[in-house]
């Protein structure tokens, strides 16, 4: 992480426990309005911090007249229906009230100031699918113009398949996204076995689809030999395959299926033999990491 | 009750359901009270802000973002800023010694427990008194970076004490 990404990690906790200084919030937002996912995978984890600490205070119980007088306030004519706008002004915007409830509306809207909107992050999947099939209309219609018309069976059928290739990338596309929308998701560093090695991975691990997205970086491919990810479920190492990364190191893996939310403790890196384990004890760890959240 | 039964009952109560409104009410009732009468002393008090709570719930349920936080979350946001909002202008006397002496034998009570003594108090005197870093800076005599080094340090801590599965 950089000094910078540091600094706003540091906000992030003083934003979800209610300590930020109404200067920094400010500064805040417009680090998230930029888009960074590691603060926002921060905020995330520490909002959950934030409840843990709200689960400590002592136990009490409200007298029991109180759900009578809650819930039949609200068929009164001011309380008897929901209010649409997502503009709530909570009574805990004032200093030191509601640490992020409003924070997440003044992102939203430097966001939409300094972009015109925030798009989703299977929008450029979904832009070049349009292009494609603006492009595959065009050629149709080209060839029509040019009295080719007893070719269209074939190229539309072809066409056809590349329209539903697209469709099929654009959803795999969203389903991916939403590890890291989820909010229940799970993240935490890998780090290198050995001091002074570069190796680094980050990973998100959505509990609800059980899938796991981890990223890489400086895990330079080694000659005659292949890294080896294992999920860390009760204590024991589960193979979840090999990892590709390019010649500089760095690469994504995607688990369809990292393990039982309950169980699964974290992740490991390991060095194998080419092509990997094949069921065999792990090799050499070369980085490791609990994930929480 | 999960997480995402949760987030089911409040898009219902999105839509106006007061029965989802209910179910809500009876699961998170004992944890938002427990964190007014933290932060205001009294039962009274706490009971006019958990009334608060709720009403703002009803009629402001649209501007839950599931992308952001969990139900729970939110709710106890709401709550805390609803008591604090309460014991500023009233001028309630800070309950803070009293009820932070009530130990809990909850697992979050625990986890808060074993903290190391700096980064709890920060935690405690941001969450339930409601003072920013340099307040708690100028009350802890230090200065507003190393409170906010307990901060990260405290809940970073918290996050990996917490207990496994559904705790809440």
């Known amino acids: ?293 | 009750m999960t997480a995402q039964h949760d987030q089911e009952c409040l898009r219902r109560v999105q839509a106006g359901d007061p029965q989802a409104l209910a179910q809500l009410y009876d699961r998170f009732t004992p944890l938002l009270f427990a964190v007014a009468l933290r932060i205001l002393g009294g039962m009274a008090e706490a009971e006019e802000a958990i009334e608060e709570t709720w009403h703002h719930v009803w009629r402001r349920a649209a501007a839950y973002d599931a992308r952001r936080s969990t139900v729970a979350a939110w709710l106890a946001m709401i709550v805390r800023g609803k008591a604090l909002d309460r014991r500023r202008t009233a001028g309630y006397r800070a309950p803070g010694a009293a009820a932070a002496a009530a130990a809990t034998s909850s697992g979050a009570g625990e986890a808060v427990m074993r903290l190391g003594a700096h980064e709890r108090d920060v935690l405690e005197l941001a969450y339930f008194e409601g003072l920013t870093e340099s307040e708690i800076a100028q009350r802890s005599g230090t200065d507003a970076e190393t409170v906010r080094a307990w901060t990260v340090a405290g809940v970073t801590q918290l996050r990996d004490l917490m207990p496994p599965g559904e705790w809440l």
């Open chain 1, 1 to 293: 992480m950089t000094d910078h990404v540091d600094e706003m990690v540091g906000l992030c906790a003083s934003l979800a426990t209610g300590s930020i200084e109404s200067r920094d919030r400010q500064r805040l937002a417009e680090h998230l309005a930029e888009g960074c996912l590691e603060c926002e995978v921060a905020l995330a984890d520490f909002e959950q911090s934030a409840l843990l600490l709200a689960a400590s205070a002592p136990s009490a119980s409200p007298s029991p007249g109180l759900r009578d007088r809650v819930l039949q306030a609200l068929a009164l004519p001011d309380g008897s229906a929901p209010a649409g706008s997502a503009a709530a002004g909570a009574s805990g915007a004032s200093r030191g009230g509601r640490p992020s409830a409003n924070f997440s509306a003044q992102v939203a809207q430097m966001r939409k100031r300094r972009r015109g909107f925030a798009p989703p992050a299977w929008a450029p999947f979904a832009l070049a699918g349009m292009f494609g099939i603006v492009a595959i209309v065009s050629a149709i219609v080209a060839m029509f113009a040019h009295g080719e018309a007893g070719r269209l069976h074939g190229e539309v059928s072809g066409n056809t398949e590349v329209i539903a290739a697209l469709n099929d990338q654009l959803q795999q596309e969203k389903t991916w996204g939403a590890v890291f929308t989820s909010p229940d998701a799970r993240s935490g560093d890998l780090r290198p076995a050995s001091q002074g090695d570069l190796t680094h991975g980050r990973a998100v691990f959505d509990p609800l689809s059980r899938r796991a997205i981890i990223v890489f970086e400086n895990l330079t491919p080694i000659s005659n030999r292949s890294f080896e990810l294992w999920a860390v479920i009760d204590r024991a190492p589960h193979s979840l395959g090999v990892i590709k990364t390019d010649e500089r190191g760095n690469g994504v893996l995607r688990v369809e299926n990292a393990g039982d939310p309950n169980r699964l403790d974290g992740f490991q890196v390991t060095l194998e033999k080419p092509g990997g384990s094949a069921g065999a004890a792990p090799g050499p760890l070369v980085m490791s990491g609990r994930i929480s959240g």
